[in-house]
């Protein structure tokens, strides 16, 4: 009897141990908002730059186009973060913009962050 009580003991200790690491875990994960601020970081500092088009503004988002190796691309940026950044003619932006991408993941590119702006419209 003394033996089944301390494997109890043991698997109560292990079962206790790898919830509080599970929580400790969980509790670190950044937000969503923190996971795009970190995405943006990292293409401003690592990736590569290019010359694309903002098509449109639809209030939160800027839409836009660009070519890497001859391949078109087409997408959007969540902006309503970076409020502060954009001009106070939304419209403005629309037209030639630079565009930073991810050489090994060209779809993954940005045309605005933190540090840095490729809007070219009038400001």
């Given at each position: 009897?003394h033996g089944l009580s301390?494997?109890?003991?043991?698997?109560?200790?292990?079962?206790?141990?790898?919830?509080?690491?599970?929580?400790?875990?969980?509790?670190?994960?950044?937000?969503?908002?923190?996971?795009?601020?970190?995405r943006r970081e990292v293409?401003?500092?690592?990736?590569?730059?290019?010359?694309?088009?903002?098509?449109?503004?639809?209030?939160?988002?800027?839409?836009?186009?660009?070519?890497?190796?001859?391949?078109?691309?087409?997408?959007?940026?969540d902006v309503s973060k970076?409020?502060?950044?954009?001009?106070?003619?939304?419209?403005?932006?629309?037209?030639?913009?630079?565009?930073?991408?991810?050489?090994?993941?060209?779809?993954?590119?940005?045309?605005?962050?933190?540090?840095?702006?490729?809007?070219?419209?009038?400001?």
């Open positions: 009897m301390a494997e109890v003991l043991g698997v109560l200790a292990i079962l206790a141990a790898a919830g509080f690491l599970a929580r400790r875990y969980l509790s670190k994960r950044p937000d969503a908002d923190e996971v795009e601020r970190r293409i401003h500092n690592k990736g590569k730059l290019g010359d694309g088009e903002i098509v449109d503004f639809d209030g939160a988002a800027i839409v836009y186009e660009y070519q890497v190796a001859g391949v078109g691309y087409t997408t959007s940026q970076l409020a502060l950044l954009l001009p106070a003619d939304r419209m403005s932006m629309v037209g030639p913009a630079s565009v930073k991408y991810d050489p090994r993941n060209p779809a993954n590119s940005i045309v605005l962050c933190e540090q840095w702006s490729g809007l070219r419209g009038k400001k």
